[in-house]
């Protein structure tokens, strides 16, 4: 994240979420914090950048998803030139998934 956006509120948001311990609390948490809207734009970006990183076509992923081809390019965009975060995410879920699987 850009150290400009960087606030105490967000510090607050961000320790916050590292505080749940499993799905079900962060069910209850975001459910709590934030609309079904927003809750289901978070998800969609985020299922957009895995097919984006599995290197699917954005009509794939239109019709996988529903998302618009400017959240597409938007988020292909952060995966281009953002802060790696969406790989961090999906490497660790991948090494929790083979970790599962031994």
């Not at 956006?5 to 209850?28: G, R």
């Not at 938007?74 to 090494?95: A, H, M, P, W």
Request: charged share 30%; hydrophobic share 35%.
């Amino acid at each position: 994240m850009s150290r400009k956006l960087q606030d105490d509120n967000l510090d607050f948001l961000f320790k916050a979420i590292l505080s749940l311990e499993n799905t079900d609390e962060c069910y209850d948490f975001f459910e709590d914090l934030c609309t079904i809207q927003e809750l289901k734009a978070i998800s969609q970006r985020l299922v957009v950048a895995k097919m984006l990183s599995e290197k699917c076509v954005y009509t794939d992923i239109v019709n996988a998803t529903g998302a618009s081809t400017a959240t597409i390019s938007r988020v292909n965009r952060s995966l281009q030139y953002g802060c790696d975060g969406y790989d961090r995410i999906f490497e660790r879920i991948r090494e929790q998934e083979n970790n599962e699987q031994l």
